[in-house]
């Protein structure tokens, strides 16, 4: 249901169809609220086979996506869990692993040294920066601490692959060289996300048929200020026309349901996490797309994967972030930048949208014919296949195992 699990899913089964053999690790699926999903246990093992990829499923000390001391010991108790199950597994050329958490990146680490095989480590975020930014720890000794293991982990692995060349960057300001780093963006299944007509059967089930639809989808955290799509709503609330769509959930969701309940937005919609197999019905519905971060140097250089998502569906954004979000917005023509957290900013480009429909459409092709130039997972998969073939000692030709820890 999140952005890791989707990259890597995607990823993995390109890599079985281009005959590659991919064992995934990863814990009972739970995320965010930290429940089971049904049909699932927290067992020590579990197994089953997917789209052709083996996937063994470890126990983790199960929590919500939210309190850094819990997700803590969630990510160190797969880290231990991933490593002692790798034993019971046929040795593989090469082990990757991808993390936002070194706990959850380190596991490669171990395996990759008890196992004696190369170790590939993707990173999605900057740790600690990304915690530090939204605030979720401020002690000194601490920070201290994750930054030695963040350094330890780049100088250790065989190659190191970030979704950003941002992050890349700040890699090499940690004294990495530039020939150990190679980029692999995040992308889109251009099959799934696909432009299809307004779905006026759930339109008309959500209340919102021959509305301008304003969508946020994705996680409700720190990092997202949402509190800024509410004091924009309020400044729209005489544009009966205009409904804005929340769809998601997170560590935030429920202060800003309170929030939205205490302004009496009756134009702001919030559903809760909808299966993914049904986002494409929401995206069909949608006019225009939000993406939205707080205001922080860091957050300069990420770029959030529902900017793939929203392109790939043909829908224009207006995007709250700055850096190389906004570069590559830019370069696609398909959307409008405002300062993060500038809710006047954010109404007012939302209702010169709304009234301007055949902008809306020529902003949407714009960014379908950019994401498929650039973006293709297919495309992405085998670039960063390229990378773990290079580090196993294979050539493109040659069936690899490939050993994935992911939580």
């Given at each position: ?9 995607e ?20 995320h ?39 997700r ?46 190369p ?49 890349k ?6 004294g ?24 006026s059967?759930?339109?008309e ?28 709503a ?35 919609l ?91 459409r020529q ?22 296949a390229s ?9 493109v ?11």
């Amino acid at each position: 249901m999140n952005a890791p699990a989707t990259r890597t899913y995607e990823h993995c089964r390109q890599w079985v169809r281009d005959g590659h053999q991919v064992t995934v690790v990863t814990c009972a699926p739970n995320h965010p609220q930290g429940k089971v999903y049904k049909g699932y246990s927290n067992r020590i093992y579990q197994r089953e086979t997917r789209d052709g990829i083996s996937v063994v499923r470890v126990w983790t000390f199960v929590t919500a996506n939210e309190g850094f001391l819990k997700r803590t010991l969630n990510y160190i108790s797969y880290m231990c869990s991933a490593v002692i199950v790798s034993f019971f597994l046929p040795k593989a050329d090469v082990v990757l692993s991808t993390s936002p958490q070194f706990f959850n990146g380190l596991a490669g680490y171990f395996v990759s040294k008890l196992r004696r095989i190369p170790w590939v480590l993707e990173i999605r975020d900057l740790w600690p920066e990304s915690i530090v930014a939204v605030g979720a720890i401020n002690r000194h000794a601490i920070i201290t601490m994750l930054e030695w293991v963040e350094r330890f982990a780049y100088r250790n692995a065989d190659r190191i692959v970030p979704v950003t060349d941002s992050f890349k960057t700040h890699m090499q300001s940690k004294g990495i060289e530039a020939g150990k780093i190679t980029v692999v963006k995040n992308g889109v299944d251009l099959a799934q996300f696909a432009p299809l007509d307004g779905m006026s059967a759930l339109a008309e089930e959500l209340g919102v048929k021959g509305k301008f639809v304003v969508s946020y989808f994705g996680t409700h955290g720190m990092a997202h200020h949402l509190e800024t799509v509410f004091h924009a709503a309020r400044r729209l609330g005489s544009s009966k026309n205009i409904v804005f769509l929340m769809v998601g959930d997170g560590a935030e969701r429920q202060a800003l349901v309170q929030m939205r309940d205490k302004m009496a937005l009756d134009n702001v919609l919030m559903l809760d996490q909808q299966p993914k197999s049904r986002m494409r019905e929401f995206w069909a519905l949608s006019n225009i797309s939000l993406v939205l971060l707080k205001k922080s140097d860091l957050f300069k250089t990420v770029i959030p994967s529902k900017i793939f998502e929203s392109l790939a569906m043909a829908k224009p954004i207006i995007l709250g972030v700055e850096g190389e979000s906004a570069e590559l917005l830019e370069a696609a023509k398909a959307g409008i930048c405002i300062e993060p957290e500038q809710a006047d900013d954010l109404a007012a480009r939302v209702l010169e949208l709304s009234q301007n429909p055949e902008r809306c459409r020529q902003l949407g092709r714009n960014g379908r014919q950019y994401v498929m130039e650039h973006f293709d997972r297919i495309v992405l998969a085998r670039k960063l296949a390229s990378v773990i073939e290079s580090v196993g000692g294979k050539t493109v030709f040659e069936a690899e195992e490939i050993s994935v820890t992911l939580r």
